[in-house]
C-alpha cells in the first residue's frame, strides 16, 4: 500500500502547517521543491510540513512515497531514502533519525507533528520486506508515468478538446481561432511566440491592461508559450504537461509557478485550466497502465472491417463509442464479455445529466419556466445541449471522444436522453417525431401598445446611468465628509478625483454603461497611483500613508460594487491592483518608465468607448495638484494635534 493510500485509509487530512496530498496549495509546492533543489515529480509528494514564518513553504518538510527532505533555514536541503533510515522519533517539536537531530520546528503545532509521524512511522513498520529505489537525492528522478512523453494522439486530443472548450466559454481576454485579432496575434508572436507560426496558435490569453497582447498565453497545437509582465518568455511542449492550473492569479505548470498574471485570475480562468488539469491527468494515468491509443486502436480495426452504418460520416462516430467500450472492458478484473459502445456512453451521460441537471434543465426551459419539450425539437438546441453535456463528462471519455461525434450521438438518441433529463420535469415524453407543439397566437397589438402609452418616456442613452451611478456616489462621498468633518480630509482626495472625471466621461455617454464605468475607473486607478509618487518620498515612507491615501479610492469602489450587483467590472480587483503596482514603484524613473509603456501601449489599441490621451494626461496632471493639496490638508491637520497635545500635556511629555 502506498503512503498516500494508507493515510487516506487511515482518513489522515491536513492540518495547520501540515497539507496532505492532493490538498497541498500549489503555490505552497512549487516554492519547496524549488528551494529544497529536487527535481522529483510534484505528484510524490504525500506530505508537506511549512515551517517559515509566512507560510511560504521553503522550509520545513518534504515527505514522499520514498524518502523524506528536510530544510531548515539558510540551509541546504538534506533527503533521506527510508531505506536508510533505522528510526524515527518525533519529541516536541524536535524530529530525530537515526536517534540524531534532524529538525527542531517552530511554526506547526505539535500535536499535528506528532500525528503525522507517529502515521509515517505505521507506514514504515507495514512496508515490511518492499524495496524502495533511491529517489531521496536532489538529482532524482521523476516517476515513470510522470517521465514519459504523452502520445501525438493524446496531445491531439486534450488540444482539441481545449480549442473547443474556449469556443463554448466565451471568456473575456481569452481569443479562439480563428476569431484572434490580427493585431493581437502578431504582437503576440513578436513578443514570446519564439517559433510558433501563426497558423499554429489556437488560443491566445491576453493579460496586458490595454489589449495590446503581448503578455499573456498562447496556446497552440503541440507548445504553450507564456510571457508574464516583467518575467522572461517561456515555451513548454504539450507532451510534457503533467498539469496547469491557475490560483488566484498564479499560473502553474506542472505545480511549479511560472509566472503571475495582473488582468485575468482564477475567477476567469480557472474552469478553463482546470478541464484542461483533469484531461491531463486522465492522460498521465492512462500511461501508468497502457496507453490510450493502444487500446483504442483494435476497436477501429473492428469496426472499419464490419462498419455498422452504409454513411461515411457515421462511421467515426461507431468507432469512437466503440473504442469507449473496448477501454472500459480493459479495466475490468473479470472475463472480457461484448460491451455496447452506445449504451456505455448512455450510461456515462446519464450519470453526467444526474449530477448536473440543475445546471442543465435551464437549456430547455422557456420563459415560463417550465420544461418544453417543444425546445428540443430544434436541432440547434439539442446541439447546444450537446455541447454543454459534453463538459461534464470523465476526462477519458472526452479524450477518446470528440465534441463533435459526440453532439451527433445526441442528436441521434436524444429521446432517450431525455427521458432522464425531463424525469419529474414533465408528466410525459413521447417520442419527437409525434410531438407537434401548439400553434400561439402572436399578439403583435401588444408591442403597438407599449410604443403608444410610452412614446412620451424620455430616451435614456447608452452610458448615461453609468454618469447618473458616478454622480450618486459622488454626493454620497459629500454627504459623508459633511456628516463627520473630523475625518474631512479621508473623502477630499476621492470627491476631487471623481469629481474632475465625470465631466470628462460625460464624452463616452453613446457607449455601453459597464464600459462607461469600467474607463472611469480605470483613469481613477491610474490618476490614483500615478500622483502618491507627487508626495514627498519623507512622507510617502511613513507606516500607513499609502493605506490612507488608498483609502477613498476603496469607498468608491465599494460604493459602486453595492449599486453594481452582478457586474463585471471589479474595481477592487483589477484597478486596484493597476493602483497599488503604481504607487509601490520604488523610483520616479521607473514610474516614469511604466507610465510612458502604458500610454504607448493605449495609445496603439484606444477604440471608440476609451478615454481620449489628451483628457487622460490631463487628469493626471490634475491628480498631482490634488494630492499636493491632500497632503498639505494631512500635514497641517497632524501639526494641529500636535499643538493640542503640547497645549495639555507639555509639561508631561517632555
Not at 494508507?6 to 489522515?12: E, G, M, N, R, S
Not at 494631512?634 to 511629555?653: F, V
Request: with cysteine; aromatic share 8%; glycine share 6%.
Amino acid at each position: 500500500m502506498s503512503l498516500l493510500e494508507f493515510l487516506q485509509a487511515k482518513k489522515y487530512s491536513s492540518s495547520g502547517r501540515v497539507h496532505v496530498a492532493p490538498n497541498i496549495p500549489k503555490k505552497l509546492l512549487s516554492n519547496a521543491l524549488s528551494a529544497y533543489g529536487l527535481t522529483v515529480d510534484p505528484s510524490e509528494v504525500v506530505v508537506l510540513i511549512d515551517d517559515t514564518m509566512f507560510a511560504s513553504g521553503k522550509d520545513g518538510c518534504l515527505i514522499g512515497q520514498d524518502y523524506l527532505a528536510i530544510r531548515e533555514s539558510f540551509s541546504d536541503a538534506v533527503a533521506y531514502a527510508y531505506d536508510e533510515i533505522d528510526g524515527l522519533e518525533i519529541k516536541g517539536s524536535k524530529l530525530f533519525l537515526n536517534k540524531r537531530q534532524a529538525i527542531a520546528f517552530n511554526m506547526p503545532d505539535k500535536d499535528d507533528l506528532h500525528d503525522c509521524f507517529s502515521l509515517l512511522q505505521e507506514w514504515l513498520r507495514t512496508r515490511g520486506g518492499e524495496q524502495s529505489a533511491p529517489v531521496a537525492t536532489p538529482a532524482a528522478v521523476k516517476a515513470s508515468a510522470g517521465n514519459q512523453e504523452l502520445s501525438a494522439a493524446q496531445v491531439d486530443s486534450i488540444v482539441q478538446m481545449t480549442l473547443s472548450l474556449a469556443q463554448r466559454l466565451g471568456l473575456e481576454r481569452v481569443y479562439v481561432r480563428p476569431h484572434i485579432p490580427q493585431k493581437k496575434l502578431q504582437a503576440a508572436l513578436e513578443s514570446y511566440g519564439a517559433n510558433m507560426s501563426e497558423d499554429e496558435v489556437l488560443v491566445l490569453i491576453d493579460d496586458t491592461l490595454f489589449g495590446g497582447a503581448k503578455e499573456g498565453v498562447l496556446m497552440g497545437e503541440s507548445k504553450l508559450a507564456v510571457k508574464m509582465v516583467f518575467d522572461t518568455p517561456r515555451l513548454f511542449f504539450w507532451r510534457h504537461l503533467d498539469s496547469l492550473a491557475v490560483e488566484k492569479r498564479d499560473l502553474f505548470v506542472n505545480s511549479r509557478k511560472v509566472g503571475t498574471f495582473t488582468q485575468v485570475g482564477e475567477k476567469e480562468l480557472g474552469e478553463f485550466f482546470s478541464v484542461i488539469n483533469e484531461a491531463l491527468g486522465d492522460a498521465r494515468r492512462g500511461l501508468a497502465d497502457q496507453p490510450l491509443v493502444a487500446v483504442a486502436q483494435p476497436a477501429v480495426a473492428v469496426v472499419a472491417a464490419e462498419p455498422e452504418a452504409p454513411t461515411p460520416l457515421a462511421e467515426p462516430v461507431a468507432e469512437e463509442i466503440l473504442a469507449l467500450a473496448v477501454i472500459e472492458e480493459t479495466t475490468s478484473d473479470g472475463p472480457q464479455k461484448k460491451i455496447s459502445g452506445k449504451d456505455k456512453l448512455l450510461g456515462y451521460v446519464a450519470v453526467a445529466i444526474e449530477q448536473n441537471k440543475s445546471k442543465i434543465l435551464p437549456f430547455i426551459k422557456d420563459k415560463t419556466g417550465e420544461a418544453s419539450l417543444a425546445a428540443l425539437r430544434d436541432d440547434g438546441n439539442v446541439e447546444k445541449l450537446g455541447g454543454f453535456i459534453y463538459a461534464f463528462l470523465p476526462g477519458v471519455v472526452r479524450l477518446a471522444l470528440k465534441e463533435e461525434t459526440f453532439v451527433r450521438f445526441v442528436l441521434d438518441n436524444r429521446n432517450k436522453l431525455l427521458d432522464k433529463l425531463l424525469a419529474g420535469e414533465a408528466e410525459r415524453v413521447a417520442a419527437l417525431q409525434d410531438i407537434t407543439p401548439p400553434t400561439r397566437l402572436a399578439p403583435t397589438y401588444h408591442a403597438e401598445l407599449d410604443d403608444l402609452l410610452m412614446d412620451d418616456e424620455p430616451v435614456v442613452q447608452p452610458g448615461q446611468r453609468a454618469i447618473e451611478k458616478m454622480q450618486a456616489i459622488l454626493a454620497d462621498l459629500k454627504q459623508e465628509q459633511r456628516d463627520d468633518p473630523d475625518s474631512a480630509v479621508i473623502w477630499q482626495l476621492p470627491i476631487n478625483y471623481l469629481g474632475a472625471v465625470i465631466p470628462k466621461a460625460q464624452k463616452l455617454i453613446g457607449f455601453p454603461d459597464e464600459e462607461v464605468e469600467g474607463q472611469i475607473f480605470f483613469v481613477l486607478a491610474f490618476m490614483y497611483g500615478f500622483s502618491f509618487h507627487k508626495i514627498p518620498e519623507s512622507v510617502r515612507q511613513q507606516d500607513g500613508l499609502l493605506e490612507g491615501f488608498l483609502t477613498g479610492f476603496l469607498m468608491v469602489c465599494e460604493n459602486y460594487q453595492a449599486r453594481s450587483p452582478g457586474s463585471k467590472v471589479r474595481p477592487e480587483d483589477d484597478q486596484m491592483l493597476m493602483a497599488m503596482a503604481m504607487a509601490k514603484m520604488a523610483t520616479k524613473q521607473q514610474l516614469n518608465e511604466m507610465v510612458r509603456k502604458m500610454l504607448d501601449e493605449y495609445k496603439d489599441v484606444a477604440k471608440p468607448g476609451d478615454f481620449e490621451l489628451d483628457d487622460i494626461m490631463l487628469l493626471l496632471r490634475e491628480a498631482n495638484g490634488f494630492a499636493e493639496q491632500w497632503v498639505d490638508s494631512l500635514t497641517r491637520e497632524i501639526i494641529a494635534e500636535e499643538r493640542a497635545l503640547q497645549n495639555k500635556w507639555g509639561d508631561l511629555l517632555n
